[in-house]
């Protein structure tokens, strides 16, 4: 199985330190000490969450549950790793699988009849799985997903089960291992509009978090373990999810200092951690996400497998269904990308649709830095240089920054040198937080075209632009006082004027249109029209760059409809918005360059 390298680990010993010096073998046992204390969980104390197995109850009494018809071939349910193995080929090793099951077929119900018929769904396919040799069952509280252990033989007889909708290998994820927050303006959005993330919690899906610690005590509000090992989420003897907790809200430089914290341990002591644990901590989550406080973020600085050059939900069914219903229940997820320097995609499961998957900036000039374990140098650094680790694809959305953050450390300490896309999800995540302690009313997606949409574009090695966070842009877009995002997926180009691409859109009357290309322009223009129904064409000319610098768009001097133009530089990404509105006839104000594009 794929464990992914740590960019914590090739941080050189004498740089991850006490104030007092290197960790030592006294602090070691501090941190043990702090475990002894939080070893045995307490169920039903304040702010611990289980993972509720519904196969460990008896089941749900009278419920006929419906199946949707599914005439697949078993082999064409087994996702990622399996359908690229000879599995019934392999040795006698046993398989440990996670199995996504089909919504039962059922009119709409509220939640607890929903629960009910999922549970009896989770009963009805254990006794059959058992029957063909399957053991070790176990299931999620609030979705269709049943962990499973059987011998390869015995696989395709599992899939062919009416209940199944896909099987996943249950594989390894490892934690990605700065001081960032002025880079993205982060400081600004806390002192000048007092973004401080009050009232908003994250929950932090890692090796667990060192409640105890200064920086962060009395913030850590519900925690939970699901991994086998000791403790209850309140302890960390990896540092990992502590340093991630640390850049998102500690008290002396997290992003969002007044964040609250949910400790959800899913990574063990080495760093790394399963996907059924991963998959039980998320459904912790959800389950009990108005619980505590409620939960508003998640982040998770881990990963495996890949590269995925394009959105991987069709391969990893299981997690799309859970990252989907977080999402639509008001939750954004914030994923690292991962640090093997693929050029040709992501890890998982940054790759899915509904996760906000990030990559890594360095924060500053620190040097020449490298080889990483995977091999890459970068023999300069500067601010906003895409690190050489940081994977690259399609399904990237941001850039956040990393390399050598100051964050807490487990025993009360510090790590003076944490980094890679672990740090940049959580400086992310943090801006996030800022923007919704001060717009509580955001949905995910609204919180994630604002992130994505504005910031400084950078352009990596592969020909893809994407945009590091900046938080006050990201907060006035979110406010309506920014600048709009492009709305059309669809680009307008012409061989007349090269490196630039065009939308344009017309609105009025309750209606709107996108503007279409019109091929008779002349050199070093695109032109544009399009017309509302009942209504006058509008014809727009996005002309070059002159020789001062600017690049000039041309628009009616009067139309009863409000005309939108983003004018795109191609290579940097850089993205410039125009308005001429039908409230200001003849006013071409609107038109003028606000950003102009310097050659």
Known sequence: MLRQPSLHDRVPADRRIHPAGRRTAPRRALIWAAAAVLATPVPGS???IL?????????????????????????????????????????GSELSLIVTLHTPRAATLGEKQGLEQLHALQHQFAARAAGVGAYGLRGLQSFPIV??????????????????RAIEEDEIRRGFRTQGAGLMKATTLRTTYGGNGNGVAVAVLDSGVDAAHPELA???????????????????????????????????????????????????????????????????????????????LVNMSLGGGGPFNSHCDAVSPSYATVVDDLVSAGIAVFVASGNEAFLNGIAHPACLSNAIAVGAVYDADNGPLGPYPIGCSDSATAADQITCYSNSGVPLDVLGPAECAHTPAPGGGYDNCFGGTSSAAPYTAGVAAQILSLLP?????????????????????????????????AYLAATGAGDPPPPYATWITSPSLPGY?????????????????????????????????????????????????????????????????????????????YVLDAASPGNLSGLEDREAFLP
């Open 218 to 296: 009395s913030r850590v509000v519900a925690w939970g373990n699901f991994t086998a090992g000791v403790g209850d989420g309140r302890i960390d003897m990896a540092g990992h999810g502590t340093g991630v907790a640390g850049i998102i809200a500690g008290t002396a430089a997290g992003v969002a200092p007044q964040a609250n914290i949910w400790s959800i341990k899913v990574l063990g002591d080495d760093n790394s951690g399963s996907d059924a644990s991963i998959l039980a901590g998320l459904d912790a989550v959800y389950g009990n996400r108005t619980n505590f406080g409620g939960v508003d």
């Open 147 to 164: 962990f499973a252990r059987i011998h390869p033989s015995q696989l395709l007889e599992l899939a062919a089960l009416p209940e199944v």
């Open 501 to 577: 691409r065009v939308q344009v859109r017309i609105t009025g009357g309750g209606g709107s249109v996108q503007g279409k290309g019109e091929n008779d322009c002349i050199a070093e223009t695109i032109c544009l029209s399009g017309a509302l129904a009942g209504r006058p064409e509008v014809f727009v000319k996005v002309v070059g760059p002159r020789p001062n610098g600017f690049l000039w768009v041309q628009g009616p001097r009067f139309t009863p409809s409000k005309v939108e133009i983003w004018v795109q530089k191609i290579g940097s990404g850089q993205i410039n918005y």
């Open 51 to 91: 993972s509720v197995d519904p196969l460990a109850s008896a089941p749900p009494a009278g419920i006929e549950v419906l199946l949707p018809r599914d005439g697949r071939p078993a082999g064409a349910k087994l996702m990622r790793s399996l359908a690229s193995k000879a599995i019934t080929e392999r040795d």
């Open 46 to 48: 304040a702010g611990h």
């Open 441 to 473: 009313a955001l949905t995910p997606q609204q919180l994630a075209q604002a992130l994505i949409h504005t910031g400084r574009p950078r352009l990596d090695v592969n020909g893809i632009t994407r945009n590091r966070v900046d938080a006050v842009a």
